[in-house]
């Protein structure tokens, strides 16, 4: 592929700008970084279509250009369940005046509407889709979330109870009859018999219809609504085939009270919703516990500023009331609201959930810092830039994208309805009108037809699918895994590429003391003196204090002491009984006098502007600590460095296991990160890893894994924000639950308990479900199989094709509770 993309195109991997930026290949494509350059000269040729050539593809798919006036309006939206569902809204939202865009996930549940403001508002918006008869909100409507599922909860039970009302009406009364005197004596039998034949029995009859009536309108409401969507977009589906069987029997009774008959089937219409309402319920309910595991991981949400008025003084703003030129106070502990320019200050700042890296940077006047990165040590002003946008929300926009880029993958069991439907509907057509020509009378041909339609009602079908999969969410959530999308268990066949995330994946995401040359006097006396530091490094350096000496002091991290220059929050007494009779912080260390000794602890040119000494031997640890991508800390004591501390962050347990167990199933594995080339210098030395690639930023891992996806099925996994977009973009996202919130939204896996040993779990649990569901949909069709042709031959009646179909839906049932990992 060779693309030579003018300068104003940005990078020719991921389209960033490539401004200032003076790395490009030898075809003279031009690149943001050299991570992306390397990924494109090693995955360049997978694809050869140039930028131009996939937006005139976007457009032939029907991807509409949104005009820049225009604001995206995203919607929480309850009902939408499949991807028939996804169009229906899509093509609804397109109808309304001043929308110029919609896309929509089931998998998320959310639908996201670019619009003109002026011309439509957002409550307008929600009024068009809860019109179609789904419920739309703002995703932040807590209150509408709890009404939703109070709902469905409500639903539920109304079916319960209005259908143990019909079926023991039923049991008590219309059943024997059908059974002779095998229930009651004789005398009995005929009083019964003799009364549902009398007029006294069409009130009977109304009353259980009225109660038939409430069950399908409400119980059933979201799958008549799934059946009038499949019918609407002419995709037939699970719902529409489950309607068909509910509704003939309805209609069937409803019909016979009319005419005076006692063929009454509504038992059937109640069983048939009830059994798959339930059935979903299930499915439901054991995914949202699923979801409330993950209190535990970090929302990186970023709602205010802290601006700077003329005068000197603060006022706290909206993150969205922002202007480019506006100033920004950000302190330590706190993040930066929107991208921009350092203007005063110097400070430590940890960009690592935007960008991967993983080591701090420092910041001074003039540096560009990125909203969503955390200010770890200090305090800086921040002149907002030129989109008052952040980074972050970048990020989440490109999540979005990619998760609504295509459809979600329909169940299996909706595939097989687009055939079987039809058919099913063409048997009981050409059944009823044989029957006809062969002399039946028209009550019992359409009786035959209607047998035919209710044992052909996929209740097991319609169970198989979901009650696997709720078992293979059960099943991992027992292991402390958490599944957000049931379609993995159809995406996860075979994997053939896995991709890691360096940073918070295969290590643990924490700087720690990996290795030290100092006497314990001396690595004890930095120790107490970086207690009094903010810095993530000072922070690990602290931690390596003895215990028995009182442990690492209380970092200053989270207070509002000012960057270098300005007095430490902690005072110039120092904090009682630590032996600091002095400190200062500086941007690439501190130094202070401890127990009568004069230290510091930093980088080395803090050392050399000091007129230190560093000796040659402490200078060659400190550049071998450079070169395995960690940093080396110098220590020096009264003008001369004695040593040094590498700190880093470390390998997780048991990584080179799990990368081993990957490479040996013949899976390619990747490790992508945004670390630069030193850091994952390990990982292209370890046999079971084939490729590495480094200094990449989120965009670019995005469209690595985009790349990746085209010479197979492609599996991320990560921890963090950066990540996001590339989890995302995958065919199957894995996210280690100490990672981000936005990681574990845009994935569709997460590892709460973060030991990369579950991922094996996870392939293993999702082979288990897709045989556990392959075996459900077997026998829901040779029952089908068996029964239909039963039916159609005249040897069932509704009744037992009800009981037939409800043995078949019990058996899957069983099926599906017994624990997945037994098969």
């Known amino acids: 592929m060779t693309a030579n993309h003018p300068p104003d195109t940005g990078c020719t991997l991921c389209e960033l700008p490539v401004e200032g930026s003076d790395v490009s290949d030898a075809e003279g494509n031009r690149f943001c970084c050299v991570g992306c350059r390397d990924v494109y000269d090693a995955l360049g040729d997978v694809e050869d279509v140039a930028p131009e050539d996939v937006r005139r593809q976007r457009a032939d798919d029907g991807v509409r250009e949104v005009p820049d006036d225009h604001e995206s309006t995203y919607l929480e939206v309850d009902g939408m369940h499949c991807a028939t569902c996804e169009a229906f809204i899509e093509s609804a939202a397109l109808r309304t005046e001043g929308v110029s865009n919609a896309d929509s996930s ?52 109304v079916g319960v109870l209005m259908g143990m009302m019909v079926m023991l009406q039923y049991l008590l009364i219309i059943y024997p009859t ?12 005929e009083f019964l018999s003799q009364a549902l034949a009398s007029d006294l029995a069409t009130p009977f009859y109304l ?97 205010e500023a802290r601006r700077v008025r003329a005068d000197g003084s603060h006022e706290e703003v909206a993150v969205g009331d922002l202007e480019p030129d506006d100033r920004l106070l950000v302190r330590a502990g706190e993040r930066i609201p929107v991208d921009g320019e350092v203007v005063d200050g110097e400070v430590a700042v940890d960009e690592a959930v935007v960008t991967g890296e993983s080591l701090p940077v420092g910041k001074t006047a003039g540096d560009q810092v990125v909203g969503g990165s955390l200010v770890t040590d200090g305090a800086v002003t921040v002149r907002v830039g030129e989109d008052a946008t952040s980074s972050l929300d970048r990020v989440t926009e490109l999540v979005w994208d990619l998760q609504s880029s ?29 029957y006809l020509l062969t002399g039946a009378g028209v009550a019992d041909a359409l009786l035959v037809g209607l047998t035919v339609l209710i044992v052909s009602c996929p209740c097991a079908l319609g169970l198989a699918t979901p ?40 290590t643990t995401g924490e700087m720690t003391v990996v290795e030290t040359d100092l006497e314990d006097e001396l690595l004890e006396k930095a120790a107490r003196l970086e207690g009094r530091s903010a810095h993530p490094i000072g922070r690990a350096i602290a931690a390596e204090r003895p215990v ?108 080179a296991e799990t990368l081993s167990a990957i490479a040996a199933t013949d899976t390619e594995v990747v490790v992508l990160t945004g670390d630069d080339a030193r850091a994952a210098r390990r990982f292209r030395e370890e046999p079971s890893v084939d490729r590495v690639f480094a200094g990449v930023p989120p965009e670019g891992k995005a469209e690595t894994v985009e790349r990746l996806k085209r010479t197979g ?43 990369l040993g579950s991922v094996d779990t996870v392939f293993e649990l999702a082979r288990a479900t897709d045989r556990r569901v392959k075996g459900n949909i077997g026998w829901a069709f040779c029952y089908n199989g068996i029964a239909i042709p039963l039916a159609v031959t005249g040897l069932l009646n509704p009744l037992f094709a009800a009981v037939a179909m409800g043995a078949s839906s019990l058996l899957v049932v069983t099926n599906s509770s017994r624990s997945l990992l037994e098969d």
Request: aromatic residues 6%; negative net charge; without cysteine.
């Open 178 to 189: 059908y059974f002779g005197g095998l229930f009651y004596d004789q005398r009995t039998y």
């Open 713 to 755: 099925r492609t599996v991320m996994i990560g921890d963090g924000t950066n990540d996001a977009p590339a989890l995302a973009a995958a065919d199957l996202g894995i996210a280690l639950g100490g990672g981000t919130a936005m990681a574990a939204d845009a994935a569709d896996v997460a590892l709460v308990d973060d030991d």
């Open 406 to 434: 295509s459809h979600g993958i329909q169940k299996l069991a909706d595939k097989l309805a687009t055939i079987f439907v039809p058919l099913v509907l063409v048997l009981s057509v050409v059944v009823t009108t044989i």
């Open 207 to 303: 009353m259980i219809g009225a109660l038939t009536t409430i069950v399908l309108g409400v119980t059933g409401k979201p799958i008549l609504q799934g059946a009038y969507v499949a019918a609407k977009t002419r995709s037939p589906n699970m719902d529409l085939l489950v309607t068909i069987a509910a509704v003939s029997a309805y209609l069937y009774s409803t019909l016979s009270i009319a005419v005076g008959g006692d063929h009454i089937y509504y038992d059937v219409t109640v069983a048939i919703i009830v059994i798959v309402s339930v059935g979903n319920y299930y499915e439901s309910t054991i995914k949202d516990k699923a979801t409330e595991r993950l209190s535990d991981l970090t929302a990186v949400q970023i709602d």
């Open 548 to 655: 028995a000496d009182g442990g690492a002091l209380e970092s200053a991290a989270g207070s509002d002491r000012p960057g270098s220059g300005d007095e430490d929050a902690l005072g110039t007494e120092g904090t009682p009984d630590d032996g600091i009779d002095s400190f200062e912080s500086h941007r690439n260390g501190v130094s202070g006098v401890v127990d009568g000794d004069e230290i510091v602890v930093g980088h080395p040119d803090l050392l050399r502007d000091r007129g230190w000494t560093v000796p040659d031997n402490v200078a060659r640890r400190i550049e071998e600590g450079r070169e395995t991508g960690r940093v080396p800390v110098a220590v020096g004591r009264d003008g001369v460095a004695e040593g040094v501390i590498v700190v880093g962050d470390d390998l997780r347990e048991g990584w």
């Open 106 to 157: 089931y998998v998320t549940d959310t639908v996201r509407i670019d619009h003109d403001p002026d011309a439509v508002s957002q409550a307008e918006l929600q009024e068009a889709i809860s019109g179609l008869g789904y419920s739309a909100y703002d995703r932040e409507d807590a209150f509408m979330r709890r009404k939703a599922d109070n709902w469905m909860m409500g639903r539920i039970i």
């Open 467 to 506: 009650l696997a999969v709720a078992a293979g969410i059960r099943d991992a959530l027992e292991r402390s895994i958490v599944v957000f999308d049931d379609t993995v268990f159809e995406r996860i066949r075979d994997a053939d590429t896995v991709v890691f995330d360096k940073t918070g994946t295969l």
